[in-house]
């Protein structure tokens, strides 16, 4: 289990790695757990568990304050706000706002943006996002009588068709809004060529990182977007929201807070005990290249190369499970499936298995101790425009770096049995 990086320098320990995570060794039914679950949250290390613990113990109060509890939240504030900064490769922790969830924080900017267009300006969204990247622009828009776009989906692939969006763009469109990666069927979109293109039309973009944040490094300078947001719970942190956004552009938005608010964009109390989960899972992330939590100033390099070891470790399994979802007859992989395109997906496979409905799939799945969800996922979109909405939509298997070869073999031979079970015999919950 124990990889070397390609630098030569330092060896990972991948089940090292997941002896940190508890949650990881629970049993139901007398089995252990297999959670693929992780698009829908992931498992968090017991550093991340015990950083919430001590605000609660240690420091459970206020910001703002003179007396020492107050302070220290105030300085755990900051130092978590740099730590996000350092996971999106910002340079100034001022542009980071945080939130319920990437979904909340959404529907507050797209308020604040939308109020500096103009009727008839226009925005695009693809058919491949989330709904909280779609449905916040399309509400917005009506509001404020915008036009909204899509660009559409390749059903071959099911990836975005980028032939398309030249013709989307215009002198009116003020915003592009696209996911950095699909959580139903797991395609990285190629974000920095679309946002070269809505930058070249004049247009802001927004990208919904959430389902790509705990697969690969992110880059918000590189990228060169406008706003970048995800939630941290879907990168082994607490139930957080947090966004990036360019202060300059921050700064002239309108912001819909009270007076005495302590920024423009966070509303109320924050919620500072799951912000020192965050700034936590971030040191774990960083540890997982340095070997311990390394200091502030090295804490970015150390992100970005533990997030390529990542990508690599989750190519061979998540290939492995890709082989062998291919090999069970009567199970259709949706979207990319050619094994030599792994690095165009992340290892989050939509599938459907002939004569079965996905939530008894994921019924018999959980009686042999294997988490996986059904459904759209909030795709609603993309299971529309493939037609399975009506059907119960997909059986949706996510790998993490926490996730196992014996884990994938293990669920393989569990879809094998169930692909050869008679049509419509499983019972679902």
């Given at each position: 289990?124990?990889?070397?990086?390609?630098?030569?320098?330092?060896?990972?320990?991948?089940?090292?790695?997941?002896?940190?995570?508890?949650?990881?060794?629970?049993?139901?039914?007398?089995?252990?757990?297999?959670?693929?679950?992780?698009?829908?949250?992931?498992?968090?290390?017991?550093?991340?568990?015990?950083?919430?613990?001590?605000?609660?113990?240690?420091?459970?109060?206020?910001?703002?304050?003179?007396?020492?509890?107050?302070?220290?939240?105030?300085?755990?504030?900051?130092?978590?706000?740099?730590?996000?900064?350092?996971?999106?490769?910002?340079?100034?922790?001022?542009?980071?706002?945080?939130?319920?969830?990437?979904?909340?924080?959404?529907?507050?900017?797209?308020?604040?943006?939308?109020?500096?267009?103009?009727?008839?300006?226009?925005?695009?969204?693809?058919?491949?996002?989330?709904?909280?990247?779609?449905?916040?622009?399309?509400?917005?828009?009506?509001?404020?009588?915008?036009?909204?776009?899509?660009?559409?989906?390749?059903?071959?692939?099911?990836?975005?068709?980028?032939?398309?969006?030249?013709?989307?763009?215009?002198?009116?469109?003020?915003?592009?809004?696209?996911?950095?990666?699909?959580?139903?069927?797991?395609?990285?979109?190629?974000?920095?060529?679309?946002?070269?293109?809505?930058?070249?039309?004049?247009?802001?973009?927004?990208?919904?990182?959430?389902?790509?944040?705990?697969?690969?490094?992110?880059?918000?300078?590189?990228?060169?977007?406008?706003?970048?947001?995800?939630?941290?719970?879907?990168?082994?942190?607490?139930?957080?929201?947090?966004?990036?956004?360019?202060?300059?552009?921050?700064?002239?938005?309108?912001?819909?807070?009270?007076?005495?608010?302590?920024?423009?964009?966070?509303?109320?109390?924050?919620?500072?005990?799951?912000?020192?989960?965050?700034?936590?899972?971030?040191?774990?992330?960083?540890?997982?290249?340095?070997?311990?939590?390394?200091?502030?100033?090295?804490?970015?390099?150390?992100?970005?190369?533990?997030?390529?070891?990542?990508?690599?470790?989750?190519?061979?399994?998540?290939?492995?499970?890709?082989?062998?979802?291919?090999?069970?007859?009567?199970?259709?992989?949706?979207?990319?499936?050619?094994?030599?395109?792994?690095?165009?997906?992340?290892?989050?496979?939509?599938?459907?298995?002939?004569?079965?409905?996905?939530?008894?799939?994921?019924?018999?799945l959980a009686a042999e101790g294997i988490a996986a969800w059904d459904g759209d996922f909030y795709a609603t979109g993309?299971?529309?425009?493939?037609?399975?909405?009506?059907?119960?939509?997909?059986?949706?298997?996510?790998?993490?770096?926490?996730?196992?070869?014996?884990?994938?073999?293990?669920?393989?031979?569990?879809?094998?049995?169930?692909?050869?079970?008679?049509?419509?015999s499983l019972r679902a919950i």
């Amino acid at each position: 289990m124990a990889e070397r990086m390609a630098a030569g320098m330092t060896t990972i320990d991948w089940a090292g790695l997941r002896r940190r995570f508890p949650a990881l060794s629970r049993r139901e039914g007398g089995l252990p757990v297999v959670l693929l679950d992780g698009p829908g949250g992931t498992q968090v290390p017991e550093s991340v568990i015990e950083a919430v613990a001590h605000v609660y113990r240690e420091m459970n109060a206020n910001d703002g304050g003179a007396f020492g509890a107050s302070q220290a939240i105030s300085a755990l504030a900051r130092t978590s706000h740099a730590a996000i900064a350092d996971l999106y490769g910002a340079t100034d922790p001022a542009g980071v706002k945080v939130g319920a969830n990437m979904t909340s924080l959404t529907f507050a900017l797209s308020r604040s943006l939308v109020a500096t267009f103009s009727p008839g300006d226009e925005i695009v969204v693809t058919e491949l996002d989330h709904e909280a990247n779609v449905s916040p622009w399309r509400l917005a828009a009506a509001d404020r009588g915008l036009v909204v776009r899509a660009i559409p989906v390749r059903l071959d692939d099911l990836t975005l068709d980028l032939d398309a969006l030249d013709g989307l763009l215009g002198p009116r469109t003020r915003l592009v809004a696209v996911g950095y990666a699909s959580n139903a069927v797991g395609t990285v979109n190629p974000v920095a060529e679309i946002i070269r293109r809505a930058r070249a039309a004049g247009a802001l973009t927004w990208v919904d990182a959430v389902h790509y944040a705990p697969h690969g490094p992110v880059d918000v300078r590189a990228l060169g977007c406008d706003f970048l947001v995800s939630s941290a719970y879907k990168w082994f942190g607490p139930h957080l929201g947090a966004l990036w956004g360019r202060p300059e552009i921050l700064a002239e938005l309108p912001a819909y807070k009270v007076r005495p608010a302590h920024d423009r964009f966070e509303t109320g109390t924050p919620a500072f005990e799951l912000l020192a989960g965050t700034a936590a899972a971030v040191d774990y992330l960083a540890a997982i290249s340095a070997g311990r939590t390394p200091e502030p100033d090295a804490r970015r390099a150390a992100v970005v190369a533990s997030m390529e070891a990542i990508v690599a470790r989750e190519a061979a399994v998540g290939g492995r499970l890709l082989a062998g979802l291919r090999a069970i007859r009567g199970v259709r992989v949706h979207g990319i499936t050619d094994p030599d395109r792994m690095a165009e997906r992340t290892p989050t496979f939509g599938i459907t298995i002939a004569g079965h409905h996905p939530r008894a799939v994921t019924t018999a799945l959980a009686a042999e101790g294997i988490a996986a969800w059904d459904g759209d996922f909030y795709a609603t979109g993309l299971v529309e425009r493939i037609g399975l909405a009506e059907s119960g939509g997909l059986i949706r298997l996510g790998l993490v770096h926490y996730n196992t070869e014996e884990e994938v073999d293990r669920t393989l031979g569990v879809l094998e049995r169930i692909a050869a079970a008679p049509a419509g015999s499983l019972r679902a919950i």
